[in-house]
């Protein structure tokens, strides 16, 4: 597994500009690095808004790929040469049923939970990490992951025939790593929590030069997440939203659907108006959720214990900007407790026919909880962010959602046990009501 060194020539279609910290402004060259060598605060893309805004209508998206492509201008690729598997416009739903039971009148539910290749959010980063490694001339990727990002990982570098390393904590649910495995990459399980995965990340990345999507090409990896906040204002009429929930983790999935908000209303393609941003953290890890709680600038990491494993980050890179964005945006940031999240995953399902992994219950959770606290309005447009699938992490709700119904092949045993079913159905609507 080697690396080349060649340098691209930008096309003409290129809008962004080159690194910037987002600390001091010190301004880099764009190619693989991700911390200020001046103050060593977290390098992100600069783009040319008034190039974007000369070449993006409406209409223009509109008629550009039925992927997250369609938003090319506003992504960190030099060429046209983009690996496009289809990532992205995933179904914006219309709540109704959850709606009702929450007493929300309107309520949307983004849907990543089908995204493809691999079913959740993380394909759109790797979609735009991997282009832009090719374009570095990286021929290794790599990653450290907590499940999602090492499916999405091995699955694009697998289309894209780049070779694959990589590395998650050992403790990992099963379906997650199967659905790594099946892709044909290395695979590191580390014994460890992510942080300390990521740790042994950064010495392999400046060891070996290998294109790492979430350390030396993190820049351009979460520009990626930006294509969840143009897909929703897309899909609501060219519309922003009041507010939205969304799940918490390193707190850089919610910095960029805030910059993708502010980036089409730079170009003229959305009207300015105020929306709220609320996150959700799971208690057994939710350093950025007691930092906003006890009104504080810095993070505390903490040592993840959760079933929530993929939003399990002690240490969260963004997670400062993330309380500032809630904080400035008269938004939330909540934890709720395992228990909780099961049941955030039980009742999306029930109500929406969406099954979602465990962070998707711990958004549906603190949706649920910062309405009990009446923090968000009935009538606003509230859109929920669900990133993942529930085939990933089913070892979460295994002994929390019955069991099947064993009957012999005849008819009276059939309707003796459909009248406990029904009885039992009974129970729990009553222990709803109440």
Known sequence: MTVATTTPTQAKTSNFKHLKCKECGAEYEAKALHVCELCFGPLEVAYDYDAIRRQVTRESIQSGPNSIWRYRQFLPVATDNVIDVGTGMTPLVRSHRLARRLGLKNLYIKNDAVNMPTLSFKDRVVSVALSRA???????????????????????????????????????????????LIYGPTVMAVQGNYDQVNRLC?????????????????????????????????????????????????????????????????VGLVDEKPVRFSGAQAEGCSPIASAFRENRDFIKPVKPSTIAKSIAIGNPADGVYAVDIARKTNGNIESVTDAEIVEGIKLLAETEGIFTETAGGTTIAVLKKLVEAGKIDPEETTVVYITGNGLKTQEAVQGYIGEPLTIEPKLDSFERALERAQTLERLEWQQVLV
């Open 202 to 266: 950064s010495e392999v990345a400046n060891t070996y030069g290998w294109g790492f999507v979430n350390i030396n090409l993190r820049p351009y990896y979460s520009e990626g997440s930006k294509t969840l906040g143009y897909e929703v204002i897309e899909q609501l009429g060219w519309k922003l939203p009041d507010h939205i929930v969304a799940p918490l983790a390193s707190g850089s999935l919610f910095t960029k659907i805030y910059k993708g908000f502010q980036e089409f209303v730079k």
């Open 134 to 180: 090719r374009e570095l001339g990286f021929t290794t990727v790599s990653c450290a992951s907590t499940g999602n990002l090492a499916n999405s990982t091995a699955a694009i570098a697998s289309h894209a025939g780049l070779d694959c390393c990589v590395f998650i904590p050992s403790d990992l649910e099963a379906g997650k790593v199967l659905g790594t």
